[in-house]
Every structure is written in C-alpha cells, then in structure tokens.
C-alpha cells in the first residue's frame, strides 16, 4: 500500500545522527511513493551504501544499487533456504542458512569468500549475525546460549544459560549488534539485550509489532500503523516515544532504518524514504 503522507520532524534527523529519540510532529510532507523492487521475499537487507539485498524463491541473492537496478546476483541452491542476510560489513555479507546449519560469506560482487559448517561445533543453531570486530554472534536453543565465535568457529565468549533469567523456549526473529549491544529478538515481542561479552543485561517486552528494527541505540517498531521508539539502554523505565504518527503503515512487515532513508516492505514491494 503506498504511504500518501509522511508525518516527521526535522528534527527526527538529527534524532538519527546524534543517538536521541525526542521527537514531535512539526512539518507535514506529501511525497508519492514508488514500488523501487517488486520483491516476494519476506525481507530484506540494506548496507551503509544503500545497496540492498533481497532473497528470491530460488534462494538466489539479488543486490539492488539505489534506484531499483540489478548490479550482482549470488545463486547456490545446495544450502537450502536463506534464513538470513546480515549487511553490516558490505565488503563481508553474512548470510545463514538453517536447514544446513551453515555460514557463508560473500564479497561485495557477491562472490563466495568463505564458509563455516556449524555442525561439528553446535548441533542446532537457528539464527546467526556478525559481530562488530568481524566474528560471529549464534543462537543456540539447545544450550539456550548466545555464543560469539570466530569466524572458524572457535568460541570466545557465551551467555549464561538464559533459563536462569526465566527465558526459555526463544523462537528467534533476528540478532543484531549495534554499537555495544547485541539484541536479540523473537517472535514474541521480545527484545533481549546483553553486551558484546554476550552477558544477559535486560528484555524489554514491546507491543504486538509489525516490524522492528535498531538503529544506533534506539529501537523502533511499528504498532498499528505508527513507528515507536524505546532506547535500548535505557534500563529504569521504558521510554516509548512517537517518532511518526498517522502513518497508514498498516501492511508494512518489515523495515530497515539507516542514517539517510527508511526502507519497508509492503504488498509485495520494497520502497524507500529519504531522510535528507
């Protein structure tokens, strides 16, 4: 569904750059906006270039330069489904594959770098992600850990089982690391925090979202329609501010936030916003 009106400050700009989440509803903008990828994935990724990448039903690997052109494709269907792409290094893409318990890595054309088979060291690991000194952040449910490894697999730091917290059963949605945090979120509407010595700091519980992403030290998501923010260090309460409202975001199921452009995928179409 196209958005007709997009609500923001100023100074939600800003609130990007300098790590803050204090927003209000000061200008109205009328921007009409395109279908950049018709895509029937059910996410996607985005790299500080704004290049973005989009898993296809042939579990090919698609990388879409601004402006909606094809410039690489990655193909290997002997690894099963794509569960994940993590762009945080574009030069080094993650992507993680469930069925096979494996980790590739492909350069910024897309060609294969290197490979991790996970199953010598950790049975089951559902959801995977790169950390900020290039190693590996895994999740596994049998252990009920959160183990960060090197990229040969070599294990340099791991959790406390998180059934000492009362977390149990984790159906996981996507780990990321964002400045010194790691998150993990699941499909319950939780966010879990822990620092980047993988030590179990807090969870935050949210409202039932659509979509959900972490910018910096701010998480957003959107409910009913409307992105909120809560920040992630923010332990003594919860913090829940506005930052756009009456959005008709109603059918966007997931998003992507950068420093220049929010992206989101709704009907079967990835469109982009810039922020400057």
Not at 62 to 75: D, E
Not at 150 to 174: A, P, V
């Amino acid at each position: 569904m196209a958005i007709k009106y997009l609500l923001c400050f100023c100074c939600f700009i800003e609130c990007i750059s300098c790590q803050v989440t204090k927003a209000q509803v000061d200008i109205l903008s009328e921007k009409n906006d395109t279908c950049e990828i018709v895509s029937s994935s059910k996410f996607f990724e985005v790299d500080r270039f704004g290049n973005i990448y989009v898993p296809n039903e042939k579990n090919e690997i698609l990388k879409y330069a601004s402006g909606g052109r094809i410039i690489f494709t990655y193909a290997n269907s002997r690894n099963g489904n794509i569960t994940s792409i993590d762009a945080t290094n574009p030069m080094k893409l993650l992507v993680f594959y469930d069925d096979f318990n494996k980790v590739i890595w492909l350069d910024n054309s897309l060609s294969q770098i290197a490979s991790l088979d996970l199953e010598p060291i950790f049975s089951d690991i559902t959801s995977a992600a790169t950390s900020n000194d290039g190693g590996i952040w895994l999740y596994s449910p049998i252990q009920n850990k959160l183990f960060k490894t090197t990229i040969h697999g070599e294990i340099l730091r791991s959790s406390n089982n998180l059934s000492d917290f009362g977390i149990t059963n984790l159906q996981i949605y996507k780990i990321m690391e964002r400045n010194n945090h790691v998150i993990i979120l699941t499909d319950d509407n939780r966010a879990l925090i822990f620092d980047n010595f993988a030590q179990f700091t807090q969870v935050k519980h949210l409202d039932d979202y659509q979509a959900i992403d972490v910018f910096d030290d701010v998480l957003y998501y959107i409910v009913e329609g409307k992105i909120h923010s809560t920040e992630l260090i923010n332990i003594a309460e919860e913090n829940h501010n506005v930052v756009f409202q009456s959005i008709p975001l109603e059918k966007v199921n997931y998003i992507r936030i950068t420093k220049q452009a929010i992206y989101y995928l709704s009907d079967n179409c990835i469109y982009r916003f810039d922020l400057n």
